[in-house]
T-cell receptor, first 115, second 110 residues
C-alpha cells in the first residue's frame, strides 16, 4: 500500500490564482480530511468527508472547496488564492468515522506559498 | 468547540533523560486522545493513543496518562535518544474529528 499520497509537494501561486491539491489513499478508508499547519498553531481542520458524496466543513473552511466522488480521492480546491493561505497542507484518512477506529494516517504534505 | 492547550512549546533534554509533554482539553465529552510525532518535512505519525476508559497506556519507552477529572493528559518518553527529536502533537476527539494542540519541539542533546 502507498498509504496517503499528496501532490504536488511544493507550489507557488500568485494572489487570485486557483489550484487543486490532490490527495489519494489506497486503504479503502471511509474518512478523509484536510488540515493546514501554520507555525505555533498546530493542525487545523479545513474540510472532511465521512464517505463518497459526503463532505462537511471543519474549523477553517473559508476559501476552500472539496468534493468526494470516489472513496480513494479527496481533492482540495483553492478558489482564489490569498497570502493568508500560505501554509503546509496535510491530507489524512481513517478506516471509519463511526465505529471508534479513529487512527488517522497522514500524507507527506503540500507546502503552498501565495505571493 | 474543543480547545486543546499543549505545554511546553519547546523542550530540550539530555540523551537518556526523560521528557514530559502536557495537554489540557476543554470538552468533557472527548474520549480519544492520540499523540503524533512529526519529523522534519514529513506528515504527523501516530505514536500512541488512549481512550477515556483507560488511565495509562505504555509502549516500550513511551507512555501516556489521562486524568479525566482534571481534563489533562501527558506524554512521557523515557531514556530519550537523538532520534526522538521531533515535533510532538497531542489531540482530542469526541467523534472522529481531531482538535490538535500547538505542538512541542523536542530536542534530545547528545
Amino acid at each position: 500500500n502507498a498509504g496517503v499520497t499528496q501532490t504536488p509537494k511544493f507550489q507557488v501561486l500568485k494572489t487570485g490564482q486557483s489550484m487543486t491539491l490532490q490527495c489519494a489513499q489506497d486503504m479503502n478508508h471511509e474518512y478523509m480530511s484536510w488540515y493546514r499547519q501554520d507555525p505555533g498553531m498546530g493542525l487545523r481542520l479545513i474540510h472532511y468527508s465521512v464517505g463518497a458524496g459526503i463532505t462537511d466543513q471543519g474549523e477553517v473552511p473559508n476559501g476552500y472547496n472539496v468534493s468526494r466522488s470516489t472513496t480513494e480521492d479527496f481533492p482540495l480546491r483553492l478558489l482564489s488564492a490569498a497570502p493568508s493561505q500560505t501554509s503546509v497542507y496535510f491530507c489524512a484518512s481513517s478506516y471509519s468515522y463511526r465505529v471508534g477506529s479513529y487512527e488517522q494516517y497522514f500524507g507527506p504534505g503540500t507546502r503552498l506559498t501565495v505571493t | 468547540g474543543e480547545n486543546v492547550e499543549q505545554h511546553p512549546s519547546t523542550l530540550s533534554v539530555q540523551e537518556g533523560d526523560s521528557a514530559v509533554i502536557k495537554c489540557t482539553y476543554s470538552d468533557s465529552a472527548s474520549n480519544y486522545f492520540p499523540w503524533y510525532k512529526q519529523e522534519l518535512g514529513k506528515g504527523p505519525q501516530l505514536i500512541i493513543d488512549i481512550r477515556s476508559n483507560v488511565g495509562e497506556k505504555k509502549d516500550q519507552r513511551i507512555a501516556v496518562t489521562l486524568n479525566k477529572t482534571a481534563k489533562h493528559f501527558s506524554l512521557h518518553i523515557t531514556e530519550t535518544q537523538p532520534e526522538d527529536s521531533a515535533v510532538y502533537f497531542c489531540a482530542a476527539s469526541k467523534g472522529g474529528q481531531l482538535t490538535f494542540g500547538s505542538g512541542t519541539q523536542l530536542t534530545v542533546l547528545p
